[in-house]
Nanobody
Framework: EVRLVQSGGGLVQAGGSLRLSCVLSGFPLEDYAVGWFRQAPGKEREAVSCISNRDGSTYYQESVKGRFTISSDSAKNTVFLQMNSLKPEDTAVYYC????????????????????WGQGTQVTVSS
């Protein structure tokens, strides 16, 4: 059974930092691309950052470049999203997701192409 279990998130003031974790089980990390997505109230789900666990290539949404860092630890089968210099507009429910069609390569950052999802975690940034 494929499972993604998220942790992290919470409430932070603008300028603060949070780290999200996504533990994947049921499959080897290197066979999947993993992304972090977010959805704010009344808005569409959007990709924040994605990573290939085979070649290390990454994608970042323009608005988070230089502030967020995606990484993975294959020994722990875990993907992280370090979020620094947080802004109120980063407030959303954040999800991790895995693409099982990619053979570990980063082929897409479209949320509807990802097959397995974590439970979501709220990130709230106060001004």
């Amino acid at each position: 059974e494929v499972r993604l279990v998220q942790s992290g998130g919470g409430l932070v003031q603008a300028g603060g930092s949070l780290r999200l974790s996504c533990v994947l089980s049921g499959f080897p990390l290197e066979d999947y691309a993993v992304g972090w997505f977010r959805q704010a109230p009344g808005k569409e789900r959007e990709a924040v950052s994605c990573i290939s666990n085979r070649d290390g290539s990454t994608y970042y949404q323009e608005s988070v470049k230089g502030r967020f860092t995606i990484s993975s630890d294959s020994a722990k089968n875990t993907v992280f999203l370090q979020m620094n210099s947080l802004k109120p507009e980063d407030t959303a429910v954040y999800y991790c997701a895995a693409d099982d069609k990619s053979h570990g390569l980063l082929k897409t950052y479209q949320w509807y192409e990802y097959d397995y999802w974590g439970q979501g975690t709220q990130v709230t940034v106060s001004s």
